[in-house]
């Protein structure tokens, strides 16, 4: 295999891993009664004291982890 079919290989395996949230929606977590929260960029939250910033980002956390709804994570 020559460097470049390597080259090639691997850059089809990078791409391949590339994933990408766009929509997030949240219903009864915390003090989150509802929220859908979409995005095309980077993100930054931005917000009063005891707004929900942090509510969010477990929840975001929460379904990452793949812990299941049946399971406190927070």
Known sequence: MTGSERDAISSER????RHALRQFDIANFKGIAQANIEWDEPLVLIG??????????????????DS???????
């Open 14 to 17: 990078i791409e391949r891993k």
């Open 68 to 74: 299941g709804i049946w399971t406190p994570c927070y």
């Open 48 to 65: 009063e004291n005891n707004g929900g910033k942090s509510s969010v980002l477990s929840a975001l956390a929460c379904f990452l982890s």
